[in-house]
Every structure is written in C-alpha cells, then in structure tokens.
T-cell receptor, first 113, second 107 residues
Framework: EPEVTQTPSHQVTQMGQEVILRCVPI?????FYWYRQILGQKVEFLVS????????KSEIFDDQFSVERPDGSNFTLKIRSTKLEDSAMYFC???????????FGDGTRLSIL | KNEVEQSPQNLTAQEGEFITINCSYS?????LHWLQQHPGGGIVSLFM???GKKKHGRLIATINIQEKHSSLHITASHPRDSAVYIC?????????FGAGTRLTVKP
C-alpha cells in the first residue's frame, strides 16, 4: 500500500539554525498537510497545501515557517531561526481530495538544543 | 474550552472487554476522523465519517451531527489495541484534534 514517507526520522539542530523537514506524499494525492505534536501534548494543525499554495494555516504557522513543493514529489516544511519550543514531532499527511481520509507519515522528531 | 473534548483521558480494560471512547466537539465540521497513535508515535487513520456509522473489523465509529458527538467502539479488545486514540474534526482545510484517549488492554 502506498505510504507517506518523511525524512529524517530524527533531526537535532542548534537553536537559531534553519531546518527543512521533508515529506513525500502519496503520488496521486492532491492535498498536503503538516502537523506538530509537542511531547505530551495533542497534535496541532500547522498548514494545508493545495495546487501549489497554502489553503489554510493556523496561528502557529507564522513567518518563521514556510512550505514548498519544490518538485512533483516532495513537500517540505522549513523552520527558520529555530527556537527551543520548536522541539516536537512533525507529521506530514496527504489526502486524495479534500474531506478524504488523510494518510500520515511516521513523523520527524525535531530536537532543538 | 477545547473545541474537541474526548473522554475518558485514560482507559484500562481487560482483554475481551467492549471499549467505548467518546468525542464531543463545539465547532461546525465537514468530517470527523478517528486516529490511532502507536507508542512509537506513528499515526494511523481509522475512520473518517460525516454521518451515521462505519465498521471495520472490530472497530465501529458513530457520529451524531445534531448532538456534535462521536463514539469509537472496540469489540473483543486485545492487548494490541493498546494505543492513544485521537478524535479530530475537519472543517475546510483545518483539522482540530482532541487530546487523545490512552487505552491499555491487559491480557
């Protein structure tokens, strides 16, 4: 069965550095999402992306964050000038159409030192 | 007040028991997801529903749109069902998550 894949599985970065988290959604899916889960807390929506543009973003997704689909397969989340509180598990998901079941990647654990 | 409330927060059951996890939401939705998060952190979508009832194996999900309430049932529970079960509501392109219910099924 097709899967959403995320790399790396674990990223350790110094505070203030930029990180790029990568996702390869399922190939025929059109909607892409990023979520984060701070340790011990609930999953939070960051952003949704369709037709090469952001369709919705949460209050968490400020100017520090950006998303891109640089080619036909990758979907990236960039976090600039990382802060300690950015440490979390970041999940990518994709769905074929809006209001269809979302398929989640295994997540990238981001640790900011 | 959280937009998505789940109960209970924690649930311990004996193998074979019938399990019910509840979700109430306060916002308008187009669909509701039930997700399973394994101890390693991975998330699996169990159901997406916007009305009525869905069944998959030992899992049953129901939703009452008028009452803004959904339930997830597990029949004949098994230790491998131990996980965190998360209710998430979907509106347009935005998904809001409950805090999850941690289920432990003991043999």
């Amino acid at each position: 069965e097709p899967e959403v894949t995320q790399t790396p599985s674990h990223q350790v970065t110094q505070m203030g550095q930029e990180v790029i988290l990568r996702c390869v959604p399922i190939s025929n899916h059109l909607y892409f999402y990023w979520y984060r889960q701070i340790l011990g807390q609930k999953v939070e929506f960051l952003v949704s992306f369709y037709n090469n543009e952001i369709s919705e973003k949460s209050e968490i997704f400020d100017d520090q964050f950006s998303v891109e689909r640089p080619d036909g397969s990758n979907f990236t989340l960039k976090i600039r000038s990382t802060k300690l509180e950015d440490s979390a598990m970041y999940f990518c998901a994709s769905s074929e159409y809006i209001n269809q079941p979302q398929h989640f990647g295994d997540g990238t654990r981001l640790s900011i030192l | 007040k959280n937009e998505v409330e789940q109960s209970p927060q924690n649930l311990t059951a004996q193998e074979g028991e019938f399990i019910t996890i509840n979700c109430s939401y306060s916002v308008g939705i187009s669909a509701l997801h039930w997700l399973q998060q394994h101890p390693g952190g991975g998330i699996v979508s169990l159901f997406m529903l916007s009305s009525g009832k869905k069944k998959h194996g030992r899992l049953i999900a129901t939703i009452n749109i008028q009452e803004k309430h959904s339930s997830l049932h597990i029949t004949a529970s098994h230790p491998r069902d131990s996980a965190v079960y998360i209710c998430a509501v979907f509106n347009n392109n935005d998904m809001r998550f409950g805090a999850g219910t941690r289920l432990t099924v003991k043999p």
